[in-house]
């Protein structure tokens, strides 16, 4: 469905799926709600993993036919590029779909962090816990890491993340640092991480929690704000 310009279509499953031996199905050059809750459906297809964005599952959940059709095939299911609202998380879930919130980058080879499917409800507006073979921290504006609850930025390690920018050496030099760990925190201590905007936490993202008042004070809907 994403785009394979995109390093999300690219990375996420279509190119661990080649290497692996698996069949990617491609739905064409533009996105169909209607014939992609057809393909994702169809058990002679039989889709065991998909990457989209939100406005994708949401678009397909408004299809007529989404009230009938069954995924029981589908092993996982990932969630990018945007915060996913409490209504499209139950609307899928509804089906046996768990919507796995995710986060990463280009210049990350795709993946920094995923939401395990168990706790994509109770964790609602995270993005998960650090991806195989990353290290995270999230840091003030000296470089220092930020006691638990605190806001700050992000930054991963990986064999995955770029070297650098294509003949930008001084973008680069800005952009990417050795990245040398002080203290480091595993998953069962650092828990779950969210994005507040351009800044990663564990608090509460003000424009999500004022989306999902909205959505209770009108009676349900979708909104997003800026």
Same mark, same amino acid.
């Given at each position: 469905?994403?785009?394979?310009?995109?390093?999300?279509?690219?990375?996420?499953?279509?190119?661990?799926?080649?290497?692996?031996?698996?069949?990617?199905?491609?739905?064409?050059?533009?996105?169909?709600?209607?014939?992609?809750?057809?393909?994702?459906?169809?058990?002679?297809? %039989?889709?065991?993993?998909?990457?989209?964005?939100?406005?994708?599952?949401?678009?397909?959940?408004?299809?007529?036919?989404?009230?009938?059709?069954?995924?029981?095939?589908?092993?996982?299911?990932?969630? %990018?590029?945007?915060?996913?609202?409490?209504?499209?998380?139950?609307?899928?879930?509804?089906?046996?779909?768990?919507?796995?919130?995710?986060?990463?980058?280009?210049?990350?080879?795709?993946?920094?962090?995923?939401?395990?499917?168990?706790?994509?409800?109770?964790?609602?507006?995270?993005?998960?816990?650090?991806?195989?073979?990353?290290?995270?921290?999230?840091?003030?504006?000296?470089?220092?890491?930020?006691?638990?609850?605190?806001?700050?930025?992000?930054?991963?390690? %990986?064999?995955?993340?770029?070297?650098?920018?294509?003949?930008?050496?001084?973008?680069?030099?800005?952009?990417?640092?050795?990245?040398?760990?002080?203290?480091?925190?595993?998953?069962?201590?650092?828990?779950?991480?969210?994005?507040? %905007?351009?800044?990663?936490?564990?608090?509460?993202?003000?424009?999500?929690?004022?989306?999902?008042?909205?959505?209770?004070?009108?009676?349900?809907?979708?909104?997003?704000?800026?």
């Amino acid at each position: 469905v994403l785009p394979l310009f995109h390093t999300g279509g690219l990375n996420c499953f279509a190119n661990p799926a080649f290497h692996y031996g698996g069949t990617n199905v491609m739905t064409g050059a533009s996105f169909d709600p209607a014939f992609c809750l057809k393909v994702l459906s169809d058990p002679a297809i %039989g889709v065991t993993h998909i990457q989209m964005v939100p406005a994708n599952y949401l678009f397909m959940s408004q299809q007529p036919e989404f009230e009938h059709a069954t995924f029981p095939h589908i092993v996982a299911a990932g969630v %990018g590029g945007a915060s996913s609202p409490d209504s499209l998380l139950d609307a899928w879930i509804s089906k046996g779909v768990r919507l796995q919130q995710a986060f990463g980058m280009t210049e990350t080879g795709s993946m920094v962090m995923a939401l395990p499917p168990e706790d994509c409800r109770r964790k609602l507006g995270s993005c998960g816990l650090a991806f195989i073979h990353n290290e995270l921290r999230i840091v003030d504006p000296d470089g220092n890491d930020v006691a638990p609850g605190e806001v700050g930025e992000l930054w991963a390690k %990986g064999p995955n993340m770029t070297p650098g920018y294509w003949n930008l050496p001084e973008v680069s030099a800005k952009s990417i640092t050795s990245m040398v760990y002080g203290q480091t925190q595993g998953p069962g201590a650092q828990g779950a991480l969210q994005l507040l %905007g351009g800044f990663a936490g564990r608090g509460g993202d003000p424009a999500q929690l004022l989306e999902a008042a909205m959505q209770a004070a009108r009676g349900g809907g979708d909104y997003s704000i800026s």
